[in-house]
């Protein structure tokens, strides 16, 4: 039965494909795609555990027949034949073998993805007693995932897309069997996100996440269509459920039928004929109708997506974000040798051109890896992030800065800090910078000249700007914090989403200040939050003065065409009626 599911569109486009579902239970555990030759070793592994798991439960059986009724009364002794039923199920064993084979997903994936076709029977029983079982079903799982721990999980490269045999759907999508695969989950970590980045899925579904989320934010950075803040999504899709994702709507459509089918598979085509059309202008300066010229730079978060900057046309990186280089690590942090050749790798990706390391921004929605319980502070996002978790390790931090400065000996590097607001931050930020350039002065190792830049992401620093300026070569503005902050919305909470608003008039205001301070006093100024990316706002920032935008590479060619047709002294005297609103939306719909 086909029905929709809504939610925040956040990465624009149509995808069409078969759901593959994370596990959306309590288990953490590993997901990623093996190769054909392991297919044998990984269902080795879930037998070895399910085996292990069956041993123990003899073992208790023959332990509980020599005990006498009061001390293992007889629900015991049953509960332990329900496990040893449930774990000899052909159906469990089956389906494992079934995700391992079939979809090339590791061991304790397919285990916890069968945990979750078999839970949904359990949930359509009838019987009480029957469905009750699925906690004891979810009890064996952990058992055999807990005696699968100890094996090696090699980390292993993703797979290609995978071949299979063709349904009706398929034949509707083109006659292709080359099916693509639609990630369905509760949530995504921006770790999990980079792990798939380079992965064979075309789209990706969350129940939970803002349109500024960091899941969002990656999303788009892989340029395909995404959907979060889906809710039940993650419970409503089923394994293998044919689904659309409508990434300029955001909406999820659940087996389609062939009519619905037919409809987004012209959408796609038709976007893939605009995406076309925008490649023309790849080798086209970004000037406006009036002569200004516009810098149109790209967000990264690794070094392997420099290459991919500079074929989306980009004239430098405007935001590295280092902090993907610290996640997923159990942490383990990368030393300033790691540190170095990473930023090397991503300056020589550039070919010269200049590329801007943010400092590490952990905290928040951004922990370091999944065992960091965030929740345990009153309020991550007021908490120990970004400079200030910095400046709480200057050892951290000083490895960081040297293998930067190291870095800028190789290449045009500039240095941007996040998150300062006090000038006792500023001061100490100067001062290790400082200690770091005397360190590897003593060892007698080369490094380069930075351009000092800081973000301007909270209300405090944009209302303080002439502190700023007095100790920065450049301000970054931050839009994606400067909305959170200046709100006070939380831009991961789906259930607040309507209420972030990058027109309110508050926000304009602080924005336009900061970029019109900034050219007064001939400092560079940048966006690089998503407001950069937005073509609805292009022409509005540049009505504000902005002249350098930072986005993801796969919107720099939507923003060099508004760019390309902008007359920016039409557009000041438009700008500041906008700002003098109330309600600034109203200009944006018919301009």
């Known amino acids: 039965m086909t029905f929709a599911i809504h939610g925040l569109a956040v990465a624009r486009g149509i995808a069409i494909g078969r759901a593959v579902l994370v596990a959306s239970s309590r288990l953490d555990v590993a997901h990623y795609f093996i190769t054909a030759s392991q297919i044998e070793a990984e ?71 069968q945990l979750e076709v078999v839970a949904r029977q359990f949930d359509e029983m009838e019987d009480e007693y029957l469905r009750e079982r699925k906690a004891d079903l979810e009890q064996i799982t952990e058992k055999v995932l807990a005696a699968m721990k100890g094996l090696s999980s090699p980390v292993v490269p993703p797979t290609p897309r995978l071949p299979r045999k063709p349904s009706q759907q398929d034949l509707l999508l083109d006659d292709t069997v080359d099916v693509p695969l639609i990630l369905i989950a509760h949530d995504l970590s921006p770790a999990d996100m980079l792990q798939f980045k380079q992965s064979v899925f075309a789209g990706f579904v969350t129940d939970v996440g803002g349109k500024t989320s960091h899941t969002a934010i990656v999303a ?63 080798h086209t300066p970004a000037v406006t109708l009036d002569g200004q010229k516009v810098e149109l730079l790209a967000n990264i978060e690794m070094p392997e997506d420099a290459p991919g900057a500079v074929k989306s046309g980009a004239v430098g990186v405007g935001l590295f974000r280092s902090e993907f280089l610290f996640m997923g690590r159990l942490g383990r942090l990368p030393d300033e040798q790691e540190q170095y050749e990473a930023y090397v790798r991503a300056i020589e990706g550039m070919r010269g051109l200049p590329v801007t390391i943010r400092t590490v921004d952990i905290g928040a929605d951004k922990p370091l890896d999944k065992s960091t319980r965030e929740d345990s502070h009153l309020n991550p996002a007021l908490g120990l992030r970004a400079i200030r978790w910095s400046l709480a390790d200057p050892d951290m931090f000083l490895t960081q800065l040297r293998a930067i400065l190291r870095a800028a000996a190789v290449g045009r590097v500039n240095l941007l800090i996040p998150m300062l607001a006090h000038a006792s931050e500023i001061r100490q930020t100067l001062s290790l910078l400082d200690h770091a350039r005397a360190q590897l002065d003593n ?107 930072s986005m993801h590479p796969a919107q720099i060619l939507a923003v060099k065409q508004e760019v390309l047709r902008a007359d920016t002294g039409k557009l000041r005297a438009w700008a500041d009626l906008v700002m003098t609103d109330d309600e600034p939306g109203k200009y944006l719909i018919n301009a």
């Open 43 to 113: 269902i080795a592994r879930v037998r070895f555990g399910r085996n292990a798991v069956i041993d123990e439960i003899h073992r208790l059986q023959r332990t509980i027949a020599l005990m006498g009724p009061k001390e293992a009364p007889h629900e015991l002794a049953a509960l332990l034949d329900v496990h040893l039923l449930l774990l000899q199920d052909e159906e469990l064993i089956l389906g494992v073998k079934h995700w391992i084979a079939d979809r090339l997903y590791n061991a304790e994936w397919a285990l916890t993805t």
């Open 220 to 282: 788009r950075s892989m340029d395909i269509p995404a959907v979060v803040g889906a809710r039940l999504s993650s419970q409503l899709v089923r394994q293998d459920d044919w689904v659309v994702v409508d990434g300029d709507a955001g909406v999820v459509i659940v087996d389609p039928s062939a009519i619905i089918l037919a409809e987004y598979g012209f959408k796609q085509r038709q976007g893939e004929i605009e995406r076309g059309r925008l490649s023309r202008l790849l």
């Open 443 to 549: 060892r007698g190792i080369a490094f380069g000249p930075v351009q000092l830049g800081a973000m301007i992401e909270i209300p405090a620093a944009a209302l303080t700007l002439n502190l700023f300026l007095k100790y920065f070569d450049f301000l970054s503005i931050g839009t994606n914090d400067l909305i959170q902050y200046t709100l006070a919305i939380d831009r991961a909470d789906e259930s607040v989403a309507h209420l972030y608003d990058p027109l309110h008039p508050a926000v304009l205001r602080l924005i336009a200040n900061t970029i019109t301070e900034c050219n007064r006093q001939s400092k560079g100024v940048s966006v690089c939050g998503e407001m950069a990316g937005d073509t609805s706002l292009t022409r509005l920032l540049l009505g504000l003065g902005l002249r350098s935008f």
